[in-house]
């Protein structure tokens, strides 16, 4: 029999996002309806992602960060990816439950930046994970499975919708919260796939106070 491994995986809700300010309706009508369901991060939402990334410095040894390929994900894994100087790898499925990324039908049905926007909003990024799944959980699931523990912990920047399903709560997760998850991969028993990961929610950080 072969033990499981088991690690620590950090969740990082993007910072605030401009369809959520008082600038909501001039973004909008100054955005294509194509392109509405991708609002990008505030001055303030960037501020926010330094004070997560500051709060992480020291707690934990990251070796790459996981995002979502959303505009306000993209910009909140980039300022937390200059603090801690680390390299970002694109999933798409991290950004499949977005609501609205939900009501247009899946990630593979919006319309996403192409990579050269990509870089310019994180030019961190030296991988689009194109093997991942296109769903969430089964995203989250791939990147844990694969992740080495010598590596460290697991860091995802994502959706507050991604955090309540991994967590299986409606959890109060104001911009830039910080969830940590105590993730364990099960072998598999025969020569079967393995079961799927088992996510168990640690603790809920706000790093804005």
Same mark, same amino acid.
């Given at each position: 029999?072969?033990?499981?491994?088991?690690?620590?995986?950090?969740?990082?809700?993007?910072?605030?996002?401009?369809?959520?300010?008082?600038?909501?309706?001039?973004? #909008?009508?100054?955005?294509?309806?194509?392109? &509405?369901?991708?609002?990008?991060?505030?001055?303030?939402?960037?501020?926010? #992602?330094?004070?997560? #990334?500051? /709060?992480?410095?020291? &707690?934990?040894?990251?070796?790459?960060?996981? %995002?979502?390929?959303? %505009?306000?994900?993209?910009?909140? %894994?980039?300022?937390? #990816?200059?603090?801690?100087?680390?390299?970002? %790898?694109?999933?798409?499925?991290?950004?499949?439950?977005?609501?609205?990324?939900?009501?247009?039908?899946?990630?593979?049905?919006?319309?996403?930046?192409?990579?050269?926007?990509?870089?310019?909003?994180?030019?961190?990024?030296?991988?689009?994970?194109?093997?991942?799944?296109?769903?969430?959980?089964?995203?989250?699931?791939?990147?844990?499975?694969?992740?080495?523990?010598?590596?460290?912990?697991?860091?995802?920047?994502?959706?507050?919708?991604?955090?309540?399903?991994? /967590?299986?709560?409606?959890?109060?997760?104001?911009?830039?919260?910080? /969830?940590?998850?105590?993730?364990?991969?099960?072998?598999?028993?025969?020569?079967?796939?393995?079961?799927?990961?088992?996510?168990?929610?640690?603790?809920?950080?706000?790093?804005?106070?």
């Amino acid at each position: 029999h072969t033990p499981g491994r088991a690690m620590d995986v950090i969740c990082v809700r993007h910072g605030e996002r401009v369809d959520e300010t008082p600038e909501a309706r001039a973004w #909008a009508r100054a955005t294509p309806r194509h392109r &509405r369901f991708d609002p990008p991060l505030t001055a303030l939402g960037a501020t926010q #992602a330094v004070a997560a #990334a500051r /709060a992480l410095d020291g &707690r934990f040894r990251f070796s790459r960060i996981y %995002s979502s390929p959303l %505009s306000r994900t993209l910009s909140t %894994s980039n300022e937390i #990816a200059r603090l801690l100087r680390l390299p970002v %790898s694109v999933v798409l499925g991290l950004g499949a439950c977005a609501a609205q990324v939900v009501r247009e039908g899946g990630v593979d049905r919006v319309d996403l930046l192409p990579q050269p926007s990509m870089l310019d909003l994180c030019p961190a990024i030296d991988r689009l994970e194109r093997d991942a799944p296109l769903d969430f959980e089964g995203a989250c699931d791939w990147i844990a499975s694969r992740h080495d523990v010598a590596d460290g912990a697991v860091l995802v920047v994502t959706h507050r919708e991604g955090i309540r399903l991994l /967590a299986r709560a409606h959890l109060r997760l104001p911009y830039c919260a910080i /969830a940590h998850f105590h993730v364990e991969i099960h072998p598999p028993p025969s020569s079967d796939d393995a079961a799927p990961p088992t996510w168990r929610l640690s603790s809920v950080t706000d790093p804005l106070g």
